[in-house]
């Protein structure tokens, strides 16, 4: 019987308390002043609760409120790269047009072409080969672009024209394996042969003589020597690199070619035709 009261006296106090509550609340809504203090006593000890209860739930708030202000960045996120763009949309165009100019500009001044007539051309594609080293331009037969003219931009000599319908062509680049070039060098006008070693590579050059004065950075250019299929006097590559190594029997030379073959946009072809029978270089 002693436990019997014992257990039950806790749920005694417990409804005592409840009972004490409803009645300060109501007191205090009918205005009571009487009860002010109770009320502030209650207030203290429910403060260590209710700190409790607040901060288990802060979490939960912040993982919500965090879930919306994410969602709202994105947008707004979303909508300043939209601005930025539209922004941006007319400063682009207005580099690119003058990127442009300036590449017209510089076709239009092509001092080692002398008088040999061109025709402007804008590179629209990779040629229709896997196997070679090719761009497609613009401009065809209709243009007076015919195979075997030489293909340069400001910088210096790109390829030569291989193939031409009514208003396309393909022009096969220095780079390409196939192509070889008669270049002059040196203070001496020394010779040699420059081959392609495939896009991005350096280009190669064979009959150097061991003898032959060869500085890095100098420009190479074509030789113009009888039957070749290139005008004298076209830059075709800067010195890479320069060696001879014991027992050779001539210079290692390579060359980084002038023209940036890896982004050509506009190009002259040069109509000029090498003499019947020519065949590289």
Known sequence: MALSRRSTRPRYALLLLVLASVTIITLDYRGSGAVTAVKTHVQDA????????????????????????????????????????????????????????????AQANLPFVATIPKVVAEVIGPGPSNFEDTVE?????????????PVVTGAGLVGRVVAASGDRATVILVSDPTSHIGVRFGPHGDLGIVNGENAGQPLGVDMVPLRAQVTKGEVMTTSGVDQSIYPGGIPVGTVASNSASGGALQRQVTLKPVANLGQLDLVSVLQWVPPPGTNPP
């Open 46 to 105: 429910l403060a260590p609760v209710q700190s409790a209860v607040s901060g288990a739930l802060r979490p939960v708030g912040h993982f919500f409120e965090g879930a919306v202000s994410y969602g709202s960045l994105q947008s707004e996120n979303a909508r300043l790269r939209a601005e930025n763009a539209r922004l941006r949309g007319p400063s682009l165009r207005a580099s690119a047009e003058e990127r442009q100019t300036q590449q017209l500009m």
């Open 137 to 149: 331009i613009s401009k065809g037969t209709s243009a007076g672009a015919r195979v075997g003219n």
